[in-house]
């Protein structure tokens, strides 16, 4: 079981000492590890600069030989020291704690090879069974041995770290404790524990074996004198057990109430998969979480996965290279942008920003052209000249409808007007001319920056077969030799390809979802899929963003940018020639480098192919049940081809429509069988907690089982009344006094539209408080947590029941609930939605 949590109370926790806080005395001693570790492979690294300098004076002796030498001497060092370099940063990750194991032999890695534990190295006795821990060990991204040869970290691949991925509380084998150490550069910023053998009582260097985080509560659990107790945490851990081995074909679905370790089971399962098939998925994983605050938990508590790039977290506002999500949408535009109904008007968005309006600078870099016939030039063979108007002027001309003009045109539209002038005559193509062809090349289905060549192609022809020419070429030959000409000569010139840019410009997402901020245009564009008032709010809504569609993004524009992002294509670049050195060219050789040089660019191209990667071979999707049918679609594009793992619960939903969103869930997945599991054990929060977050959860979705607590607290949910205006002081008092009460966090929850607000009503209470909307809280947890104003939350959006069931299952020890007005509190301030 994966830990969750930041610390627990003595309650929860029987190993913990009362002194100096336990977690902060086990930050230390890995950080002390950790710094031995970083000074050996600063030796390491010296000792590889030196062997690439000895290998650069080697190569002065000139010989054939000492060349040869000196080009292996330099590849294996170079090898070495990239390595070296390029794991140097948060490589350490986890540790293990083993009993003795059946035999003594040591592997190449300094570690001891067996699997299971030893016959003896568990001693039952009255007190129940006791264990010496026999061996640890950490792992990293690459093994470490100290000076004498002894492991100061196992390579994540070796067979000895098998065990810190394949253990699991059903099968532990060898290990009695699994460590996840958080680190950044060289410094240890947390541990969580996992205690896979919670019914032991073990020492390490003769003293009680120390357990950070929820391992402590399946330690308190595990001591329980009861039968029950006992046979609980044997359920919790199998059934967490069997979603993890499960095989990795098709779609692994699971379901489960807050605090049944939804998250943790699927970033456990990613683990084990990664390791049993590596081959299977090189293609890397990725895993989705529904908000930036959840991505950093996770990286904080999940195991590193593999190599650099294997593994992609990513909030699903962060799905799209180069967008971020820093706003949200009300309720209401958020129902509106997330519907599937927004891909009928993507569609047509996508085709009608074509007849959008060109930047007045681009048109008048052509309107001279444009405006005066005599600047149709005849090329070299006096064949061709070219007149395209771009932008001119709307009214007509005085001179009777003179070709080239302009008549016709509207400023700063889409050219209406194309002349030619060819074999001696002019050649014009009109507005209805160039609609016709414009709507035969959006005839089909593909991307429309894709579809440009096919719209050059078409005008060419329009304007050949306006020439003539086909009836004046008989022979087949000539008439292809003719046509050959007469497309490289139009094509060549500088104003056909402004008159293309202007006709057919390339479209980006940004700027076509600038362009819905018009309403007019917009409403044009979702006549008859969204009413009046849904186009104003979407329009409004986009109104934040400049004309090429750069501005603040919420989660929903995301989903609609990949979504044009689709339907616009990205057009085909030429490729760009490498640069030769002419040196090069002149002696036929290159320069001998090393395999760091060599690596290099290879790196770089590796870390751009993983920010532009769109296809997955597994992913993973947390909190399933909120995503909207446009995130769907987003998601499902990146694993076209993947196994899957989605996790969730509909009863904490916050999509207003789950059977529309169901629709677009099993469009994504396909027709791939799906295996399903449920995970029935709330382990997270005291009974006293769940029994209240029940209540709700009765309203919300009437008939679904809550999960089963499984631990008591003795401390009941707290009622703290509050008036209208003075929510603010009534929440900053409870956080201080749950500031005294625990040693972690405290979240304070609230509605989205007072986000702002809690932030200034907590300020100067310290980092250990966090405020935070009833959205952003989804996946995460707290030691204790006050829910201001439930009524405002359940009242924000037809799903807000459900985001106050997921609002009062955060805390893991206290929770107080701040009523106002709205709340109709009783005499004992108890809200009416709280009530039995």
Same mark, same amino acid.
């Given at each position: 079981?994966?830990?969750?949590?930041?610390?627990?109370?003595?309650?929860?926790?029987?190993?913990?000492?009362?002194?100096d806080?336990?977690?902060?005395?086990?930050?230390?001693?890995e950080q002390?590890h950790?710094d031995?570790v970083?000074h050996?492979?600063?030796?390491?690294i010296h000792?590889?600069?030196?062997?690439?300098?000895d290998?650069?004076?080697?190569?002065q002796v000139?010989t054939p030989?000492a060349l040869?030498e000196?080009?292996?001497?330099?590849?294996?060092?170079?090898?070495?020291?990239?390595r070296?370099?390029?794991?140097?940063?948060?490589?350490?990750f986890?540790r293990?704690d083993?009993?003795?194991?059946?035999d003594?032999?040591?592997?190449?890695?300094g570690?001891?090879?067996?699997?299971?534990p030893?016959?003896?190295?568990i001693?039952t006795?009255?007190?129940?069974?006791r264990?010496?821990?026999?061996?640890?060990?950490h792992?990293?991204r690459i093994?470490v041995?100290?000076a004498?040869?002894?492991?100061?970290?196992?390579?994540?691949?070796?067979?000895?770290?098998?065990?810190?991925?394949?253990s699991?509380p059903?099968?532990?084998?060898?290990?009695?404790?699994?460590?996840?150490?958080?680190?950044?550069?060289?410094?240890?910023?947390?541990?969580?524990?996992?205690?896979?053998?919670?019914?032991l009582?073990?020492?390490l260097?003769?003293?009680?074996?120390?357990?950070v985080?929820?391992?402590?509560l399946?330690?308190?659990?595990?001591q329980?004198?009861?039968?029950t107790?006992?046979d609980?945490?044997?359920?919790i851990q199998a059934?967490?057990?069997?979603?993890?081995?499960a095989?990795?074909a098709s779609i692994?679905?699971?379901?489960?109430?807050?605090?049944t370790?939804?998250?943790?089971?699927a970033?456990?399962?990613?683990?084990?998969?990664?390791y049993?098939d590596?081959r299977?998925?090189?293609g890397?994983?990725?895993?989705?979480?529904?908000?930036?605050?959840?991505?950093?938990?996770?990286?904080?508590?999940?195991?590193?996965?593999?190599?650099e790039g294997q593994v992609?977290?990513r909030a699903v506002g962060?799905?799209v290279?180069?967008?971020?999500?820093?706003?949200y949408?009300t309720?209401a535009?958020a129902?509106?942008k997330?519907?599937s109904?927004?891909l009928?008007?993507l569609?047509?968005?996508?085709?009608?920003?074509?007849?959008?309006?060109?930047?007045?600078?681009?048109?008048a870099s052509?309107?001279?052209?444009a405006?005066?016939?005599s600047?149709?030039?005849p090329?070299d063979?006096?064949q061709?000249?070219?007149?395209?108007?771009l932008?001119a002027?709307?009214a007509?001309?005085?001179?009777?409808?003179r070709?080239?003009a302009?008549?016709?045109?509207?400023?700063g539209?889409?050219?209406e007007?194309?002349?030619v002038?060819?074999?001696?005559?002019?050649?014009?193509?009109?507005?209805?001319e160039?609609?016709?062809?414009?709507?035969?090349?959006l005839?089909?289905?593909a991307?429309?920056?894709?579809?440009?060549?096919?719209?050059?192609?078409?005008l060419?022809?329009?304007?050949w077969?306006?020439?003539?020419?086909?009836?004046r070429?008989?022979d087949?030959?000539?008439?292809?030799?003719?046509r050959?000409?007469?497309?490289e000569?139009?094509?060549?010139?500088?104003v056909?390809q402004?008159?293309?840019?202007a006709?057919?410009p390339?479209?980006?997402p940004?700027?076509?979802?600038a362009?819905?901020?018009d309403?007019?245009?917009?409403?044009?564009?979702?006549?008859?899929?969204?009413n009046?008032?849904?186009v104003?709010?979407?329009?409004?809504s986009?109104?934040?963003?400049?004309?090429?569609?750069?501005?603040?993004?919420?989660?929903?524009?995301?989903?609609?940018?990949?979504?044009l992002?689709?339907?616009l294509?990205l057009?085909?670049?030429p490729a760009?020639?490498?640069e030769?050195?002419?040196?090069?060219q002149?002696?036929g050789?290159?320069?001998?480098?090393?395999? !760091?040089?060599?690596?290099?660019p290879r790196r %770089?191209? *590796?870390? +751009?192919? @993983?920010r532009? #990667?769109?296809?997955?071979?597994?992913?993973?999707?947390?909190?399933?049940?909120?995503?909207?049918p446009?995130?769907?679609?987003?998601?499902?594009r990146?694993?076209?081809h993947?196994?899957?793992?989605v996790?969730?619960?509909?009863?904490?939903?916050?999509?207003?429509?789950p059977?529309?969103a169901?629709?677009?869930r099993?469009e994504?997945?396909?027709?791939?069988p799906?295996r399903?599991f449920?995970?029935?054990?709330?382990?997270?929060?005291p009974?006293e907690?769940a029994?209240?977050?029940?209540?709700v959860?009765t309203?919300?979705m009437?008939?679904?089982?809550?999960?089963?607590?499984?631990?008591s607290?003795?401390?009941?949910p707290?009622? !703290?009344?509050?008036v209208?205006g003075?929510? %603010?002081? *009534?929440? +900053?008092? @409870?956080?201080? #006094?749950?500031?005294d009460?625990?040693?972690?966090?405290?979240?304070?929850v609230?509605?989205?539209?007072?986000?702002?607000q809690?932030?200034?009503?907590?300020?100067?209470?310290?980092h250990?408080?966090?405020?935070l909307?009833?959205l952003e809280?989804?996946?995460?947890?707290?030691?204790?947590?006050?829910v201001?104003s439930?009524?405002e939350?359940?009242?924000?959006?037809?799903a807000?029941?459900?985001?106050?069931?997921?609002?009062?299952t955060?805390a893991t020890?206290?929770?107080?609930?701040v009523?106002?007005t709205?709340?109709?509190?009783?005499?004992?301030?108890?809200?009416d939605?709280?009530?039995?």
């Amino acid at each position: 079981m994966a830990a969750q949590n930041a610390t627990h109370d003595d309650r929860t926790a029987p190993r913990r000492d009362s002194g100096d806080g336990v977690r902060d005395r086990e930050i230390r001693i890995e950080q002390t590890h950790l710094d031995r570790v970083y000074h050996r492979l600063e030796e390491k690294i010296h000792e590889a600069e030196f062997l690439m300098d000895d290998a650069a004076k080697r190569g002065q002796v000139g010989t054939p030989g000492a060349l040869a030498e000196r080009d292996a001497q330099v590849f294996r060092a170079g090898v070495h020291l990239n390595r070296l370099n390029s794991e140097f940063e948060d490589f350490l990750f986890g540790r293990i704690d083993l009993l003795p194991g059946k035999d003594g032999e040591r592997g190449p890695d300094g570690a001891y090879t067996s699997v299971e534990p030893a016959d003896d190295a568990i001693r039952t006795g009255p007190d129940g069974d006791r264990a010496e821990i026999a061996e640890t060990l950490h792992i990293g991204r690459i093994g470490v041995l100290d000076a004498d040869y002894a492991p100061l970290v196992i390579d994540w691949r070796a067979p000895a770290a098998a065990p810190f991925y394949r253990s699991t509380p059903v099968a532990p084998g060898r290990v009695v404790r699994r460590r996840v150490i958080r680190s950044k550069g060289r410094r240890v910023l947390g541990v969580e524990d996992d205690l896979l053998r919670p019914e032991l009582s073990a020492t390490l260097d003769g003293s009680a074996l120390p357990v950070v985080g929820d391992g402590a509560l399946m330690a308190a659990l595990g001591q329980a004198r009861g039968h029950t107790m006992r046979d609980i945490v044997a359920s919790i851990q199998a059934e967490q057990d069997q979603v993890i081995r499960a095989p990795a074909a098709s779609i692994t679905e699971v379901e489960g109430g807050p605090g049944t370790g939804k998250t943790a089971v699927a970033l456990h399962r990613a683990a084990y998969l990664l390791y049993q098939d590596r081959r299977r998925y090189a293609g890397g994983i990725l895993v989705v979480s529904p908000t930036p605050l959840l991505v950093a938990y996770t990286e904080g508590v999940l195991p590193s996965l593999g190599e650099e790039g294997q593994v992609a977290i990513r909030a699903v506002g962060s799905l799209v290279e180069g967008a971020e999500a820093t706003t949200y949408d009300t309720p209401a535009v958020a129902r509106v942008k997330g519907s599937s109904r927004m891909l009928r008007v993507l569609r047509k968005a996508a085709r009608g920003a074509l007849e959008m309006p060109r930047a007045a600078a681009a048109s008048a870099s052509t309107s001279d052209h444009a405006s005066d016939p005599s600047s149709a030039s005849p090329s070299d063979d006096g064949q061709l000249t070219l007149d395209v108007a771009l932008g001119a002027p709307a009214a007509p001309s005085n001179d009777g409808g003179r070709p080239g003009a302009g008549s016709g045109t509207r400023p700063g539209g889409p050219p209406e007007r194309l002349r030619v002038v060819a074999f001696g005559a002019r050649i014009e193509l009109d507005a209805d001319e160039l609609r016709r062809i414009r709507q035969n090349v959006l005839g089909g289905t593909a991307p429309v920056n894709l579809l440009r060549p096919r719209a050059r192609r078409l005008l060419l022809d329009a304007l050949w077969t306006r020439s003539g020419a086909p009836r004046r070429y008989t022979d087949p030959e000539l008439a292809a030799e003719a046509r050959e000409g007469f497309d490289e000569d139009i094509s060549s010139e500088d104003v056909f390809q402004e008159f293309l840019d202007a006709w057919w410009p390339e479209l980006t997402p940004r700027s076509v979802l600038a362009a819905m901020a018009d309403e007019k245009r917009l409403g044009r564009w979702s006549r008859r899929v969204l009413n009046p008032r849904e186009v104003r709010q979407v329009a409004r809504s986009l109104a934040r963003l400049g004309p090429d569609g750069q501005g603040p993004l919420s989660v929903h524009d995301v989903a609609l940018l990949d979504e044009l992002n689709t339907l616009l294509g990205l057009p085909a670049r030429p490729a760009t020639p490498r640069e030769v050195d002419p040196l090069d060219q002149l002696t036929g050789l290159e320069e001998l480098t090393t395999y !760091a040089d060599r690596a290099g660019p290879r790196r %770089g191209r *590796a870390d +751009r192919a @993983e920010r532009e #990667r769109a296809d997955y071979a597994h992913v993973i999707v947390d909190e399933a049940q909120d995503l909207t049918p446009m995130q769907w679609r987003m998601v499902g594009r990146r694993g076209r081809h993947a196994t899957w793992t989605v996790v969730g619960d509909p009863a904490q939903s916050s999509w207003s429509d789950p059977d529309e969103a169901g629709r677009a869930r099993d469009e994504a997945l396909g027709s791939r069988p799906r295996r399903r599991f449920t995970l029935t054990v709330n382990y997270r929060n005291p009974s006293e907690i769940a029994e209240l977050a029940t209540r709700v959860l009765t309203l919300a979705m009437p008939g679904t089982p809550a999960p089963e607590a499984v631990r008591s607290t003795g401390v009941r949910p707290r009622f !703290a009344p509050g008036v209208d205006g003075d929510l %603010g002081a *009534a929440a +900053r008092r @409870e956080a201080l #006094r749950l500031l005294d009460e625990v040693d972690g966090t405290v979240g304070v929850v609230v509605a989205m539209n007072r986000r702002e607000q809690a932030r200034q009503w907590l300020t100067g209470l310290g980092h250990r408080v966090v405020a935070l909307g009833s959205l952003e809280a989804k996946g995460l947890e707290y030691d204790a947590t006050v829910v201001v104003s439930p009524a405002e939350i359940a009242d924000e959006s037809p799903a807000g029941l459900r985001v106050l069931y997921v609002a009062l299952t955060r805390a893991t020890q206290r929770l107080t609930v701040v009523s106002g007005t709205r709340d109709e509190p009783d005499a004992h301030g108890v809200p009416d939605l709280l009530r039995e």
